[in-house]
């Protein structure tokens, strides 16, 4: 039997201890046992709000222990096909395949194991603003905006248009998205900062090269019973007509909701909804959620110097560039991580860099 095989396979049963350990597995999984039991009880449904606020807990336990006990699983079987390797060097072949493959799902939920912030396992709320470019960081801003959809899609998360304004030209000058699932938040944090493009511009007729900033701002999807205390009197709260497409689409009320935060000056706003009600709790959750982003920030300052990601918004500020001329290329400043083909990226394929920050931050901090 090949000592190398070997080896490996004391390497996995190694890591499946500790990811028992570190992934708090034993104690997730009595309490996915206790949600089930919970939701199979009669009248569970007969409060929508608070129902649905239990599957998302056991969506996002699910999405640790179920790929946790597999590999618990598989590793036991690891070890019986060992046996039966050095007993018959035909199943050599199979066991390696085996442990590359168990090798691979270990690094995965390694990764999540490095989502242990306070609101890493919440969904996302997106904010994308066009900044200095013109028309085509409008353009870019909505271009990052279906690249963060996109990655959802793709993984399963669902989307919702909070909020949206469109520029005269072309893209937008600002959107806001809501990315729900399991850890989209702890995901998608090392988003949060400048990303700048460089491409022949499409809205200019002699063909120049253009660099563009985009800004996105990701806060986490709290929920409605975590606790964020804001004084009421300190909020001012403004409404105004929802803009549209013109004509009969045009919002003929004062739906729009913005909302300012008056010590801290943090302005959010909604106006997806045509009832101003639904606008105004909107807006209040996204409040509540940068409030809890900016004390995981100063949390964080605290244990360590932060990485400035938005000290500004033009050159030397950006967190990634994106390339399309001369050559294409997606590079991250912050880790190296780098991709070359462009469209990939922008259709959504950016898992890499975001498994990349994971693993920058808990080198950084170590």
């Known amino acids: 039997m090949d000592?190398?095989?070997?080896?490996?396979?004391?390497?996995?049963q190694q890591r499946l201890v500790q990811l028992r350990d570190s992934l708090d597995y034993d104690i997730k999984r009595e309490?996915?046992?206790?949600?089930?039991?919970r939701m199979a009880s009669p009248g569970f449904w007969d409060n929508q709000e608070k129902a649905q606020e239990f599957v998302g807990q056991l969506k996002t336990l699910r999405a640790i222990v179920a790929p946790l006990e597999k590999s618990l699983?598989?590793?036991?079987?690891?070890?019986?096909?060992?046996?039966?390797?050095?007993?018959?060097?035909?199943?050599?072949?199979?066991?390696?395949?085996?442990?590359?493959r168990l090798e691979d799902a270990l690094e995965d939920l390694e990764?999540?194991?490095?989502?242990?912030?306070?609101?890493?396992?919440?969904?996302?709320?997106?904010s994308f603003h066009a900044r200095d470019g013109g028309t085509d960081a409008n353009d870019w801003a909505e271009m990052l905006m279906r690249m963060y959809s996109q990655w959802a899609q793709k993984n399963d998360y669902s989307v919702d248009l909070l909020d949206r304004l469109d520029n005269d030209?072309?893209?937008?000058?600002?959107?806001?998205?809501?990315?729900?699932?399991?850890?989209?938040?702890?995901?998608?944090?090392?988003?949060?900062?400048?990303?700048?493009?460089v491409r022949i511009s499409p809205y200019n007729s002699e063909g120049k090269r253009q660099t563009s900033f985009a800004a996105v701002k990701v806060t986490p999807e709290i929920a409605d019973n975590f606790k964020v205390e804001i004084n009421e009197e300190d909020v001012r709260t403004d409404t105004f007509r929802a803009s549209g497409a013109g004509g009969q689409h045009v919002n003929k009320t004062d739906s729009a909701i913005r909302l300012t935060h008056i010590p801290t000056n943090t302005v959010v706003q909604c106006?997806?909804?045509?009832?101003?009600?639904?606008?105004?709790?909107?807006?209040?959750?996204?409040?509540?959620?940068?409030?809890?982003?900016?004390?995981?920030?100063?949390r964080e300052e605290e244990q360590y110097k932060q990485y400035q990601?938005?000290?500004?918004?033009?050159?030397?500020?950006?967190?990634?560039?994106?390339f399309l001329h001369p050559d294409q290329r997606v590079k991250d400043s912050r880790t190296g991580e780098s991709a070359g083909n462009f469209h990939t990226v922008l259709d959504g394929d950016i898992q890499n860099f975001l498994d990349a920050y994971l693993r920058w931050r808990v080198k950084k901090e170590g």
């Not at 000592?3 to 004391?10: I, K, N, T």
């Not at 598989?74 to 007993?87: F, I, K, N, T, V």
């Open 271 to 298: 106006q997806n909804e045509r009832s101003q009600h639904k606008n105004r709790a909107t807006a209040w959750k996204m409040l509540r959620a940068e409030l809890a982003r900016q004390e995981d920030e100063r």
């Open 31 to 37: 309490e996915t046992t206790r949600i089930e039991a």
């Open 73 to 100: 699983a598989e590793g036991a079987d690891l070890q019986a096909m060992l046996e039966m390797a050095e007993e018959d060097d035909s199943f050599a072949g199979e066991v390696r395949s085996e442990i590359e």
């Open 111 to 126: 990764l999540k194991a490095l989502l242990n912030g306070p609101h890493d396992a919440a969904g996302a709320i997106m």
């Open 169 to 197: 030209e072309g893209g937008i000058r600002w959107a806001t998205i809501a990315v729900h699932g399991p850890m989209a938040y702890g995901y998608l944090k090392g988003e949060h900062g400048i990303h700048r493009l």
């Open 3 to 12: 000592s190398e095989l070997v080896d490996r396979s004391e390497a996995i």
């Open 309 to 322: 990601t938005q000290a500004k918004t033009g050159f030397g500020a950006q967190i990634r560039n994106y």
